[in-house]
């Protein structure tokens, strides 16, 4: 026999019912019929679970809906039931098995020693190395732009955008920062990540980079986390966020390219108090000393390691990096947070930061508004880009006047 999903609804004495082609109202006979069976469905004790059942699932897609339509938000973000697992970070619905053409629900039948699956985890591998080269290539796209191209696309575009917007961001890119910047060394929980990048973003940080090494990454579990993760920073349009495939590479880059001092969050003998760290380091007076770019020599910018949530860093960058630090604990927890970390880490960081005056520079590892000028005008192009609901619009009006963009910067 057939049942109605809503048992609650089946009939009403308004209901007509369809005899020999026509419509016709019921008769007083067929009320009370069904008057007598709807009373007797409600009665059942399964009926009444099977209606509680139905109910929670239409509370649970409900919520499954509007969690999708909403989306990730930056100004707004609140922590998924099971954060690690969050479909939030999947894009459009999809899944990390669908980018290699593998369904969620035959990936999850897969013995993780078949072959199928191995060929899986070779192309999450490669999905990995091309984000990170894509973020590299993104970054120095927009900072190679002419001054003059970039100014001109801000000109075109800016009144197609609302006033208060264009303030807003001008504000927020005035107090951002370049001497200190953090880096993340194989995050697993996509809802952390996400966490630390509003707060590192609150604090104005305008750069982060991130270490993703595929082969720390084992397990069904652990690579949907990686590619939820992947999402996460992709999301964060409002920050320069690159990414590194390995540690030797993200060291290469930030020490001996850029010139930063790597200090690494952990917890080991030699680790100081994060209150001891010393913020203010002059670089070396080496003539052959090309880390600031060919810009002045003033200090080491700094580089703020933070491990993976289990198992922190890694030996390699406990080697490589110049001092590592605690954060000073009084209870029986071994450790903070990932996100929470990263907040107290910032708090110290923030609290020995001089504000700076007209007759004085910043110091400290916090020094609001120190982008470069050209800098600050593509940061302040790619938030133009950001603020248009329609990016092809942006293309369309920069392309009116002659103006083609790397692609790129079209897709952060």
């Known amino acids: 026999m057939y049942r109605s999903r809503n048992p609650s609804r089946l ?7 369809i005899n020999n082609g026509g419509t016709t109202s019921s008769s007083t006979d067929d009320i009370d019929d069904i008057s007598t069976t709807k009373q007797a469905w409600q009665t059942n004790p399964r009926a009444k679970w099977s209606t509680r059942k139905h109910r929670k699932r239409l509370k649970t897609e409900e919520k499954l809906r509007k969690e999708k339509n909403d989306g990730l938000s930056w100004e707004k973000f609140d922590f998924g ?6 479909s939030r970070f999947d894009e459009d619905g999809s899944s990390s098995s669908d980018e290699v053409g593998i369904p969620e629900s035959v990936l999850n039948t897969i013995s993780t020693d078949s072959i199928t699956y191995q060929t899986y985890l070779k192309s999450e591998s490669k999905l990995d190395d091309n984000t990170s080269k894509q973020s590299l290539k993104t970054q120095s796209e927009l900072l190679s732009l002419d001054p003059e191209l970039v100014q001109k696309s801000i000109d075109i575009l800016t009144p197609y955008i609302q006033e208060r917007r264009l303030e807003r961001i001008n504000e927020v890119l005035n107090q951002r920062t370049r001497h200190t910047r ?4 194989n995050p697993s929980n996509p809802s952390n990540v996400w966490a630390c990048l509003r707060t590192l973003d609150s604090f104005g940080i305008q750069y982060v980079d991130v270490i993703v090494h595929s082969e720390s990454y084992l397990g069904k579990a652990a690579v949907s986390q990686k590619r939820g993760m992947r999402t996460a920073m992709g999301s964060a349009m409002w920050m320069t966020i690159r990414q590194f495939s390995s540690l030797a590479e993200a060291i290469k880059t930030l020490k001996e390219e850029e010139g930063c001092l790597i200090y690494a969050s952990d917890l080991n003998p030699t680790a100081k108090d994060v209150r001891d760290l010393t913020w203010d380091v002059d670089f070396d007076t080496d003539e052959n000393d090309n880390t600031s770019n060919g810009e002045s020599k003033d200090q080491r910018p700094i580089c703020i390691v933070m491990g993976n949530e289990e198992g922190g860093i890694s030996n390699e960058m ?3 990096a110049d001092e590592t630090f605690y954060l000073p604990m009084s209870g029986f927890a071994e450790s903070f947070n990932l996100s929470v970390a990263t907040s107290i880490t910032l708090a110290y960081m923030s609290a020995v930061s001089g504000r700076g005056s007209e007759t004085s520079e910043c110091k400290g590892p916090l020094r609001p508004g120190d982008l470069h000028s050209h800098e600050l005008q593509c940061l302040k192009l790619k938030g133009v880009l950001n603020s248009i ?8 009006l920069l392309r009116k006047e002659g103006i083609e963009l790397p692609s790129s910067l079209y897709n952060s």
């Open 182 to 185: 953090f880096l993340f060394e």
């Open 81 to 86: 039931e099971s954060p690690k697992m969050d």
């Open 11 to 17: 009939y009403s004495s308004s209901d007509s019912v």
């Open 389 to 396: 609901a329609q990016k092809r619009t942006a293309k369309a």
């Open 318 to 320: 406990r080697e490589l």
